[in-house]
């Protein structure tokens, strides 16, 4: 009886715990209307979603050629040259193809099946981005619901199954990893959506940048070598056959898009577009605004971008004469992951080196604005732009997204757009990148360092 009796008061305080800590969690989402709405935004929009894929026509663009690509795939073909579809030839790392063979045993290949499928993708990839938001306590509650009005994106999701779905999915993945400090596993999810598209490597250099503040040396080059060993692994099965054909057509930095498709440079006349010289200065803008963005905006608390890289040097090199005076211990204890990032900056960092790649890409297609239509609303509220402006901005993009065929005035009138918010990132203060408490240890070791 006493056991007994002890065994029912252990049940009644789980219980009683359990159900404390249920309160907890409704009495925090009834606090924060932020939260609250946001669970609303994902209702609403997962009822838009099954009416749009019940009562909207499917737009066949490139299904079949995925399903063409991956069936020679699953036949046992691993000469990436010889895996086409009724689009061309198979252009996207090896990621995509196990994903899409998936998709395909799952679906068998139906449109309506998988369609159901992206459509839980969408809700995933929007619940991943609200969580980001959320995270970072940028936009005001209210603006939470430009993330699911656009027309294009939902359309991209759920009636033409691009593969930039997965990508920025996992993009997503990777970015929640890295706001809350988990860099190794974050870069791991990151070079998987790089194994479905390479456009997300339009996130490295400011991926790097974060990176280097974030952690030591010997830090970067093991997240950097996690990351190289996912590419390795997916791409073995071709790598081990026929290595140059996968490298060549997986990675092709050189591809000339059709001009015709062109949504931000329809304007420029196509002997222009196509030519060497108009890409090498659309390169040449893309790195130089990168780097004048890393050095004073980015940088500009470390005193730069060339300081931040001296500061490395230098504590690379006390981490070498530390090693060979067998004094390891120490250093590392001093040395290792000192700075924690502040989620504001991981994200503004994140998003503006992205944005400034899409300013400048040479081509982007329609199902491209999925690339950055999420940061779309981040951006726009870390300039210094009033709201009104902020929401004429984000009606712009979207407008000229969805008119097709583009035309020269929609492509000059979304360059304007993006430049103007551009303009507006660099005219914004740069917010400090530290956590309070974190960045006082790491300055008193760096200026004893040098």
Known sequence: MPRQATDIRSSAAVASEVARKHDSFIQKIVRNPKTTFALAILLADAILVSLIISYVPYTKIDWDAYMSQVSGFLGGERDYSKLKGDTGPLVYPAGFLYIYSAIQYITGGQVYPAQVLFGLLYMVNLGMVLLIYLKTDVLPWWALCLLSLSK?????????????????????????????????????????????????????????????KAMDISGVISAGLG???????????????????????????????????????????????????????????HLILLLTFAHYRWCRHEGGL?????????????????????????????????????????????????????????????????????????????????????????????FCWNVFPSNDYSSILLLGAHLTILAGLWLAPPEYPYVEGTNKKSANIEKKSS
């Open 152 to 212: 294009r994106v939902h359309s991209i999701f759920v009636l033409r199954l691009f593969n930039d779905c997965f990508a920025t999915t996992l993009f997503h993945a990777a970015l929640i990893s890295f706001l809350y400090q988990k860099w190794h596993l974050g870069l791991i999810i990151f070079s998987g959506a790089v194994s479905v598209k390479m456009n997300v490597l339009l996130f490295a250099p400011p991926l790097l940048l974060l990176l280097m």
């Open 227 to 285: 990351a190289a060993l996912v590419q390795i692994l997916l791409g073995l099965p071709f790598l081990l056959t026929h290595p140059v054909e996968y490298l060549s057509k997986a990675f092709n930095l050189g591809r000339v898009f059709i001009h015709f498709w062109s949504v931000n440079f329809k304007f420029v006349p196509e002997p222009v577009f196509v030519s060497k010289g108009f890409a090498l200065f659309l390169l040449a803008a």
């Open 306 to 398: 060339c300081s931040l890289l001296h500061s490395k040097l230098v504590q690379m090199k006390l981490k070498i004469s530390y090693l060979s005076s067998f004094a390891l211990r120490p250093f590392n204890n001093h040395n290792s992951n000192l700075r924690v990032l502040r989620t504001e900056h991981i994200a503004t960092t994140m998003f503006a080196g992205n944005f400034i790649g899409i300013v400048f890409a040479r081509s982007l297609h329609y199902q491209f604005y999925s690339w950055y239509f999420y940061s779309l609303p981040y951006l726009l509220w870390r300039t210094p732009f009033p709201t009104w402006l902020r929401l004429i901005l984000f009606v712009i993009v979207e």
